[in-house]
């Protein structure tokens, strides 16, 4: 007698998966997309020094708020952002994780496209909004794809593997910057050039979508119970045959109730305590994380650095950026998601205050690397850790919802840190994401609960 197919037999049947080329090559296809939003996130720091050679941009602002700084360029992305994801974040739950993914990559490409060919403060700004918006979506539904197609037992090195993928548009962007920002390539200004070739992921999109299914514990939620199934057989019968013998029997299913997650469902226990976690956790995270990406250049300057030498410095530094999640592809499922967190915090202090206390360049470059390493390797942990703690009713609303804060903090992060770093230098910068990142060790080592190898609907019960 054939087993009913229940939105729970569908995730045990895929949490059961060995890890065959099939299902690294469904990861690796996302993770592809995660390259360009990376790549249109993070450009801002490398090409501000084009913006302000171009007389677009000042890298200080009059005024707290002034709308012409650098700070105002990196303020409208995540402003962009706390929008796409607080408000948007919904759309994958509702229409689909496969659809999201190809609708705002598309969405944010053309909105970068555009502001390539922007001449005022304003436009500049406006753009990079629109953009932000676009990206924030897509990063709320690549995490929430992937925690839902990788089997539980490889779920840290998925997200491992998505971030060491992405991360390579860090050096790309850094290297691109360097070669073109302090030039003008027939006339048109370095800054443009990188940020019109960031724009070519939109080629790749409609290949990768060609070949993703919609996710099936999506589709066994929403009760589209055939759909779920004939997405399994398929992907069953791929990993069957690369694995060369029977798949192991799926363990008992885990019930949950097919509904229509509400944004009321996020504060019922124990949802509410990881949401009240997970905001104070991104509100403080950003400003590590962002505050040393997007300045680096700036703040290598405000050391003694000319721009061409800080530009060739931060392409060093950079090339560390997937270095941090290759290192996770082979401790991420052996080590606990939140004492990875809470230690590279503490890595982040230790590099960052020392940074502020050198003007040597190798010394400064080997803190910087440092600073990658730990900033990527919480990064891959926490967007890992963040999808697994609420169930698929609510998984991109409720992502979407406790990410948007570290979006939120990073529109006045950036003024914040222009501020500080006029006022008191860099050490005054590395003091305050010591500040920061000491908060964030103290919510998710004592609020996080453990996850590592865990169903995810266990994690949810």
């Not at 048109?188 to 070519?200: C, F, P, Q, S, Y």
Request: hydrophobic share 50%; proline share 5%.
């Amino acid at each position: 007698m054939a087993t009913p197919v229940t939105a729970g037999s569908i995730s045990a049947r895929l949490d059961r998966l060995p890890a065959t080329r099939t299902v690294w090559t469904l990861i690796v296809l996302l993770s592809l997309g995660f390259f360009f939003e990376l790549y249109d996130l993070l450009y801002s720091g490398y090409v501000a020094p084009g913006l302000v050679k171009s007389g677009i941009l000042t890298p200080t602002t009059t005024g707290f708020f002034g709308m012409t700084g650098i700070a105002s360029f990196i303020a409208s992305l995540f402003a962009g952002l706390f929008v796409g994801t607080i408000a948007c974040g919904f759309l994958a739950d509702r229409f689909g994780r496969r659809a999201i993914f190809t609708y705002s990559l598309l969405w944010y490409t053309l909105a970068n496209l555009i502001m390539a060919f922007q001449d005022t403060a304003t436009g500049l700004n406006i753009w990079r909004f629109i953009a932000g918006v676009g990206i924030g979506v897509e990063l709320v539904t690549i995490g929430t794809y992937i925690s839902e197609l990788a089997p539980r037992h490889i779920r840290g090195r998925a997200f491992a593997c998505e971030q060491a993928v992405g991360f390579m548009a860090v050096p790309v962007v850094a290297f691109l910057a360097y070669q073109l920002v302090p030039r003008a390539p027939f006339g048109i200004d370095g800054w443009r050039w990188v940020v019109v070739i960031g724009a070519h992921g939109a080629l790749f999109v409609w290949w990768i979508r060609r070949t993703l299914p919609e996710s099936p514990r999506w589709l066994a939620q929403k009760g589209r119970l055939d759909e779920a199934d004939r997405v399994m057989r398929a992907l069953e019968e791929k990993v069957a045959r690369e694995y060369g013998k029977p798949l192991p029997p799926p363990e008992a299913a885990l019930e949950t109730a097919d509904r229509r997650g509400t944004f009321a469902d996020m504060w019922q226990p124990p949802y509410g305590k990881r949401a009240t976690m997970m905001i104070v956790f991104n509100v403080f995270q950003t400003v590590g994380f962002y505050g040393f990406a997007n300045w680096v250049p700036t703040l290598l300057v405000k050391q003694g650095v000319t721009v061409t030498s800080s530009l060739m410095y931060s392409s060093i530094i950079a090339i560390a950026a997937p270095i941090g999640p290759l290192i996770g592809l082979a401790i991420a499922d052996r080590i606990e998601r939140k004492t990875a967190i809470v230690a590279m915090a503490a890595v982040n202090i230790v590099c960052g205050l020392l940074f502020s206390q050198s003007r040597n360049a190798a010394f400064l470059i080997a803190m910087g690397v440092g600073l990658t390493l730990s900033a990527n390797i919480m990064s891959y942990s926490f967007h890992a850790y963040q999808t697994e703690l609420f169930p698929t009713s609510i998984r991109a609303r409720a992502v979407g919802f406790v990410y948007s804060w570290s979006r939120f903090s990073a529109i006045f992060t950036s003024f914040i840190i222009a501020g500080v770093l006029k006022g008191f230098g860099t050490t005054g910068v590395f003091v305050f994401i010591a500040s920061a990142m000491l908060i964030v060790m103290a919510a998710i080592g004592f609020m996080g609960p453990r996850t590592r190898d865990l169903a995810l609907e266990k994690i949810s019960h």
